[in-house]
């Protein structure tokens, strides 16, 4: 059997089981230990344990389970509504102040879980009824919130870029700190954009009345409920970024002090805690099957000649490396749309990779330009995870939001919003690609 058709048949074998409902780490396991016997024999199934030993003891997933769990704690605490209380108390005057308060706390929560849907849920469920209420456009409220939310996976610490890190074996605190500016950039267009367009048209995001200002006071007491959470999220990064710990040990500090932080302003209760501790573990042991399943499915394609025959075809191509990066992100940004981010990295890096290293391509540069278009598919119509995260969430709360049924939110409402967004990500690729020292300074001076 030839490598082309092992391969082609391997990736078939893998599309029928996630087309048939199984879970993807099921879906690699199966479609891996099927070739593994039909390529080898049935004696290769005794490397199977050896090679989930050798990816699981990995240090770099170390700092999986602690992250998970800091992000946990702040989501069950209901720190995410003081987040945004606080960027609201300073920012619901301006144009647009509601969205450009959402922005901003999107951000802050993505710099406590590491996680691309959790912004969309917590800020979404509290800012979307709110700004509806207030007279915004709907669609202009919409717009914002699945790319804002989609900010997890590349603004630190994130746990996309924990396992880009440990599957090609790249240094974690270097794109934990290469994703940061990039993250900030999203973040700053996406508030500027909605500044603009409600500075031009009023309509689309009424200002609050004078009379609905807060006092000074109110607005201090409101910043004062977050100064500890921001406190931990910058001891986090900073002691990365000065290389006083490893990430690892940086998320285990932040887990304790969160828990020490959550018990002391009354938030946190035992069942809270048990719950939390209950979630991390459970996501936990997703993404570590996905992690060690994608190994194995990834020796598999090795042993197929798989690997070896995309690294012959990109090369092929003879496009350069600036041609061969834009090829390897365009794959990328189409994939993201059908699969999930982990799924994605676990499968797509080890073929990428080879490529990057033999053109001379930046790896490090390279994994943030990769995160980005990832993130930027999430948020792509029609197909974008996000969207049906937001969409998903309006369902929730029209059976209890009189508000929000009255409306009538539709998908299509969500695409169209979206596409500035998207676009602005597009842009903000541009600006890494042209100027590499935006995601490299911090880490190289």
């Known amino acids: 059997m030839t490598a082309g058709l092992a391969t082609g048949l391997i990736f078939l074998t893998l599309v029928v089981f996630l087309l048939a409902g199984w879970p993807a780490s099921f879906a690699l396991m199966g479609s891996a230990i099927i070739w593994l016997v039909v390529l080898g024999s049935a004696r290769s199934l005794a490397s199977v344990p050896l090679v989930l030993y050798s990816e699981g003891g990995k240090d770099a997933y170390l700092s999986i389970p602690v992250f998970v769990f800091m992000g946990m704690l702040l989501e069950r605490t209901g720190m995410g509504k003081d987040i945004y209380d606080a960027f609201y108390a300073w920012t619901g005057r301006l144009p647009g102040g509601l969205a450009i308060a959402s922005v901003l706390a999107c951000t802050v929560l993505a710099a406590m879980t590491g996680l691309g849907g959790t912004g969309v849920l917590v800020v979404g469920a509290i800012a979307l009824p709110e700004m509806l209420k207030r007279g915004y456009e709907k669609r202009f409220a919409l717009g914002f919130i699945a790319p804002a939310g989609a900010l997890g996976p590349l603004i630190p610490p994130s746990i996309y870029m924990i396992i880009l890190g440990g599957i090609a074996e790249m240094s974690i605190g270097d794109l934990f700190l290469a994703g940061l500016v990039p993250g900030l950039i999203s973040s700053l267009l996406f508030m ?41 999220i910058l001891a986090v990064l900073g002691s990365i970024y000065l290389g006083v710990a490893t990430p690892t040990e940086s998320g285990a500090m932040g887990a304790v002090a969160v828990l020490i932080i959550g018990f002391v302003m009354g938030r946190l209760s035992w069942p809270q805690l048990r719950d939390s501790a209950y979630r991390t573990v459970t996501m936990t042991c997703m993404i570590s099957w996905l992690l060690l399943t994608g190994v194995l499915f990834g020796q598999v394609l090795v042993l197929a000649g798989g690997a070896s025959l995309f690294e012959k075809w990109f090369l092929g191509l003879q496009l350069g490396p600036t041609g061969t990066l834009a090829v390897m992100l365009f794959i990328t940004w189409v994939a993201g749309m059908f699969i999930e981010g982990p799924v994605k990295i676990i499968i797509m890096t080890p073929i990428f990779m080879p490529v990057v290293l033999k053109m001379g391509i930046d790896p490090l540069w390279f994994g943030i330009l990769y995160a980005m278009t990832g993130i930027t598919s999430y948020v792509t119509p ?19 939001n009189e508000i929000v049924r009255a409306k009538r939110c539709t998908l299509d409402d969500i695409y169209v919003g979206v596409i500035p967004y998207c676009l602005l990500e597009v842009v903000v690729i541009a600006l890494v690609w042209v100027f590499p020292w935006l995601s490299l300074s911090l880490t190289r001076g």
């Open 192 to 232: 500027m954009y909605i500044f603009a367009r409600a500075w031009l048209n009023p309509a689309l995001a009424p200002r609050l009345a004078a009379s609905e200002s807060l006092s000074w006071s109110q607005k201090i007491a409101a910043t004062r409920k977050v100064v500890f959470p921001g406190l931990t």
């Open 382 to 400: 029609p197909i974008g995870n996000n969207l049906f995260y937001l969409f998903g969430l309006i369902r929730q709360l029209e059976p209890v």
